[in-house]
Nanobody, 117 residues
Framework: QVQLVESGGGLVQAGGSLRLSCAAS???????????MGWYRQAPGKQRELVAH???????NYADSVKGRFTISRDNAKNTVFLQMNSLKPEDTAVYYC????????WGQGTLVTVSS
């Protein structure tokens, strides 16, 4: 069993930056099986959508809406994934969920990001 613990959400003005972190803990065998880690977000009244994800080898994928503004990175030794969010916009306001996919699919509890105009 694996747990994902997120941190770094909060309130920021438009144009500002935030950095989200997500650490995986639990079964070492399940953690070792994790290939893809990433972030999804869900705004009020909208469906959950992919923001970015990164494989163990470092291959990344971003939603078009965040390309050039967000950067995902990963520390495999610490089983942690980061999301650096720059030039934030009010439309980035959402609950951000960490996601891991390996032998199991695991979701974090979510962290709220609010961008004020």
């Amino acid at each position: 069993q694996v747990q994902l613990v997120e941190s770094g959400g909060g309130l920021v003005q438009a144009g500002g930056s935030l950095r989200l972190s997500c650490a995986a803990s639990g079964s070492i065998f399940t953690i070792f099986s994790i290939n893809s880690m990433g972030w999804y977000r869900q705004a009020p009244g909208k469906q959950r959508e992919l923001v970015a994800h990164i494989t163990k080898s470092g291959i990344t994928n971003y939603a078009d809406s965040v390309k050039g503004r967000f950067t995902i990175s990963r520390d495999n030794a610490k089983n942690t994934v980061f999301l650096q969010m720059n030039s934030l916009k009010p439309e980035d306001t959402a609950v951000y969920y960490c996601h891991a996919l390996g032998s199991l699919e695991v979701w974090g509890q979510g962290t709220l990001v609010t961008v004020s105009s």
